[in-house]
C-alpha cells in the first residue's frame, strides 16, 4: 500500500526532530516560551517573587504602621498611591505584605498535596488488586465531604493565635482535603504504565518496586502531575482568601488578601480603594498561575512533541523557497 502524504510528512518531521537531539523538557521549554500568555504569568509570578523577598524593606510602610491623621484616603501621589484603611495603614504596603501569605500557601499548600497525592497514589497504582480497590474507596468517602466545609470545620478546632499557627493550620487544613485529586492522577498513570514493555523489562532483570517506582514510573508521570499542580493553585489561593475574608485565616494585623477585602466590603461605595486592589492582586495572581498551568499542560503534551521544531523548519523552507523564487525572476 502506497504511503500516503501525511505519513509521509509526519515522518519526515520525527527524523527532523530526530537528528536534533532534542529532549522532551527541551522541547517542552521551548514551547512554553511560544506561548504569550504563559510567558505573562510567569513574569507576574516572578514579580510576586520578588515582592515576597523584598518585603521586610522595601515597601514604603510597614504593614501595621498607622497614621491616624491619614485614614480612610483615597489613593494619593506620592505617600499612599494606594490609599490608606481605617486605621491610616497603606494599602499599598500591606498588599506588597500580602503578597508573603498567598505565596506561602500556594508553594506549602502544593507540595503537600504534591507529597501526599504522589506517594498514596503510586502505592495504589502499582500494587493494584484489592489493596488499589480499598485505597481508592477511601478517597471516594473523603471525596462525600464537602471540601470547604471541611476547611471551615478544621480551622475552627485548631488553635490561630499567632500568625504563624495561623499558617500552619491552613497548611493541615489543605494537606487534609487537597492530596485527593493528585492521588487519583497518578494512580490513573501508574496502572497505564506498569504493563509497559520497558517496566516489564526492568522487572526481567531484578529490579525492585522501590526502583521501578522512582526511577521509571515516576518519571513518566511527572508531567500530568506539574500540570494538575499548577493548575490547583489558584484554587488554593482562592481558598486561603475565603477563609481570611469569614475571619478564619492569618490573624491581623498580618496582611492578608482575603482580610484586606473583608475589612474594606461594607465601605465598597465610599472607599472602593480598600476592597479594588486586594481584591485586583487575588484575580491577577490567580490568572498568572492559570496562564501558566494551560502553558505547561500544552507543552509537555507528548502529541505536541517537536512541533516547535518542526514549524521553525516550515518557515525556513518557506523563506528559502521565496528567496529561490526572487533569484530566479531576477535572473529573468
Not at 503578597?99 to 503510586?122: C, D, E, F, N, Q
Request: net charge positive; charged share 20%; hydrophobic share 50%.
Amino acid at each position: 500500500m502506497a504511503e500516503s502524504a501525511s505519513e509521509r510528512r509526519r515522518r519526515e518531521e520525527e527524523a527532523q526532530f530526530a537528528e536534533r537531539g532534542v529532549s522532551l523538557w527541551q522541547d517542552a521549554w521551548r514551547r512554553l516560551l511560544r506561548n504569550r500568555m504563559a510567558v505573562a504569568g510567569l513574569l507576574f509570578i516572578g514579580f510576586l517573587v520578588f515582592c515576597f523577598i523584598t518585603a521586610d524593606f522595601l515597601p514604603p510602610y510597614s504593614y501595621r504602621e498607622a497614621d491616624y491623621e491619614n485614614t480612610r484616603i483615597g489613593p494619593r501621589w506620592p505617600d499612599h498611591i494606594f490609599g490608606t484603611d481605617k486605621l491610616g495603614r497603606d494599602v499599598f504596603s500591606r498588599v506588597w505584605w500580602g503578597t508573603r501569605v498567598s505565596l506561602t500557601v500556594a508553594v506549602v499548600g502544593s507540595l503537600t498535596a504534591l507529597v501526599i497525592g504522589v506517594t498514596y497514589g503510586a502505592i495504589s497504582g502499582y500494587l493494584g488488586g484489592r489493596i488499589d480497590n480499598l485505597m481508592m474507596r477511601f478517597v471516594d468517602v473523603m471525596y462525600g465531604f464537602p471540601t470547604l466545609l471541611f476547611i471551615i470545620l478544621i480551622m475552627v478546632v485548631l488553635p490561630s493565635e499567632t500568625a504563624i499557627q495561623g499558617m500552619i493550620n491552613i497548611f493541615i487544613a489543605i494537606g487534609v482535603v487537597g492530596w485527593m485529586g493528585m492521588a487519583r492522577l497518578v494512580r490513573g498513570q501508574f496502572l497505564s504504565l506498569r504493563e509497559k514493555e520497558f517496566v516489564l523489562a526492568a522487572r526481567m532483570v531484578g529490579a525492585g518496586p522501590a526502583r521501578i517506582i522512582s526511577r521509571h514510573l515516576l518519571p513518566n508521570s511527572l508531567g500530568p502531575a506539574i500540570v494538575s499542580l499548577t493548575l490547583g493553585i489558584p484554587s488554593l489561593i482562592l481558598t486561603e482568601a475565603v477563609l481570611s475574608f469569614i475571619g478564619l485565616g492569618v490573624p491581623p494585623p498580618y496582611p492578608s488578601w482575603g482580610q484586606m477585602v473583608s475589612e474594606g466590603w461594607r465601605g465598597l461605595r465610599a472607599t472602593p480603594h480598600l476592597t479594588v486592589f486586594p481584591g485586583l492582586a487575588i484575580s491577577l495572581t490567580m490568572l498568572a498561575f492559570n496562564f501558566l498551568g494551560d502553558g505547561l499542560r500544552d507543552a509537555l503534551d507528548p502529541t505536541m512533541r517537536g512541533t516547535a521544531l518542526v514549524r521553525a523548519a516550515r518557515r525556513k523552507k518557506r523563506r528559502a523557497r521565496r528567496a529561490a523564487r526572487r533569484a530566479a525572476a531576477k535572473a529573468a
